[in-house]
């Protein structure tokens, strides 16, 4: 069945390996070319209901709320049942996660350009186009984080009083600000004298560095932060969750997110810069 848990899932297709060396979990390149973009879309939609269960969790002790509930069922329902659902064959392949974390990368990417578009305009100041409508995203995905914590441990027969539940929720919001320190990175001016070297040589040093610096700073943001919520679920409710799971996946999904991301933005902002120099030239010979 297309619905069955992840891990029985994969004992089952040890099972038929060594049985009948069929490999139900198999696919093609193309397979998984053509599962991305239903990918990127879940991993955007997931992020962005996130946040608001998020909030409704941090106000709701036992998050057993039929609007929690909703938003759980609603967050499942992208991943597993929707148009934007991976085959269950493909769903745990790596090239799944990696596109799934482009898409969540999106959402903190918008708010931080929305951000700067809005302290452009003077809207809001400086300090809070960088820092305030990320943050503002960032805080409660970051409480889902513990959210999803707190189940897994009820699954497995533990409980977490209400002061445990609060505090773990308080501390992964606080571990979800960490999301804003790449973004902000990755968005500062492009420094003018970046646009000066035209050099192809130079411009393929500049798009290393950019990846480089990028994959180190997203991908010790997100595999730090993981390890983070797992140390504070471990430390306030649970004797059985894992600490440090998914802590491969997160530093290398991450930082290659992070890293094509900073690449890519840079890139934009030398070619305007570029431009910008080109007709400041053209003005002072006319």
Same mark, same amino acid.
Do not use: H
């Given at each position: 069945?297309?619905?069955?848990?992840? @891990?029985?899932?994969? *004992?089952?297709?040890?099972? $038929?390996?060594?049985?009948?060396?069929?490999?139900?979990?198999?696919?093609? $390149?193309?397979?998984?070319? =053509?599962?991305?973009?239903?990918? +990127?879309? #879940?991993?955007?939609? /997931?992020?962005? @209901?996130?946040?608001?269960?998020?909030?409704?969790?941090?106000?709701?002790?036992?998050?057993?709320?039929?609007?929690?509930?909703?938003?759980?069922?609603? #967050?499942?329902?992208?991943?597993?049942?929707?148009?934007?659902?991976?085959?269950? /064959? $493909?769903?745990?392949?790596?090239?799944?996660?990696?596109?799934?974390?482009?898409?969540?990368?999106?959402?903190?990417?918008?708010?931080?350009?929305?951000?700067?578009?809005? =302290?452009?305009?003077?809207? @809001?100041?400086?300090?809070?186009?960088?820092?305030?409508?990320? =943050?503002?995203?960032? @805080?409660?995905?970051?409480?889902?984080?513990?959210?999803?914590?707190?189940?897994?441990?009820?699954?497995?027969?533990? *409980?977490?009083?209400?002061?445990?539940? $609060?505090?773990?929720?308080?501390?992964?919001?606080?571990?979800?600000?960490?999301?804003?320190?790449?973004?902000?990175?990755?968005?500062?001016?492009?420094?003018?004298?970046?646009?000066?070297?035209?050099?192809?040589?130079?411009? +393929?040093?500049?798009?290393?560095?950019?990846?480089?610096?990028?994959?180190?700073? *997203?991908?010790?943001?997100?595999?730090?932060?993981?390890?983070?919520?797992?140390?504070?679920?471990?430390?306030?409710?649970?004797?059985?969750?894992? +600490?440090?799971? /998914?802590?491969?996946?997160?530093?290398?999904?991450?930082?290659?997110?992070?890293?094509?991301?900073?690449?890519?933005?840079?890139?934009?902002?030398?070619?305007?810069?570029?431009?910008?120099?080109?007709?400041?030239?053209?003005?002072?010979?006319?």
């Amino acid at each position: 069945p297309d619905n069955i848990d992840p @891990v029985k899932r994969s *004992e089952l297709a040890s099972a $038929i390996k060594r049985q009948y060396d069929l490999d139900i979990d198999k696919v093609s $390149i193309l397979d998984r070319v =053509a599962d991305s973009p239903k990918s +990127i879309v #879940r991993g955007g939609l /997931s992020t962005l @209901v996130g946040a608001p269960l998020g909030l409704a969790a941090l106000f709701d002790i036992g998050n057993d709320s039929s609007l929690v509930k909703g938003l759980q069922g609603a #967050r499942d329902y992208i991943r597993e049942d929707s148009i934007f659902a991976s085959d269950p /064959s $493909i769903r745990n392949k790596y090239t799944t996660k990696l596109a799934e974390g482009f898409g969540s990368f999106g959402p903190f990417l918008g708010a931080g350009l929305a951000g700067r578009a809005l =302290a452009r305009k003077g809207v @809001v100041s400086p300090s809070v186009g960088t820092f305030g409508l990320p =943050a503002a995203l960032a @805080v409660p995905t970051g409480i889902s984080e513990q959210v999803d914590r707190l189940e897994k441990a009820r699954n497995m027969g533990e *409980e977490a009083n209400a002061g445990q539940e $609060i505090l773990s929720e308080l501390i992964g919001g606080a571990i979800g600000l960490s999301e804003i320190v790449p973004i902000a990175s990755f968005l500062k001016k492009v420094p003018k004298s970046a646009a000066r070297n035209p050099e192809i040589n130079a411009r +393929i040093t500049q798009i290393a560095k950019d990846f480089t610096t990028g994959f180190a700073a *997203e991908g010790a943001q997100e595999s730090l932060a993981s390890l983070a919520q797992d140390l504070t679920a471990r430390g306030l409710y649970s004797d059985t969750l894992p +600490i440090g799971e /998914s802590f491969f996946d997160e530093l290398t999904i991450g930082g290659i997110v992070g890293g094509t991301a900073k690449a890519v933005i840079n890139s934009l902002g030398r070619k305007r810069q570029g431009i910008k120099n080109e007709y400041a030239e053209e003005k002072i010979k006319r």
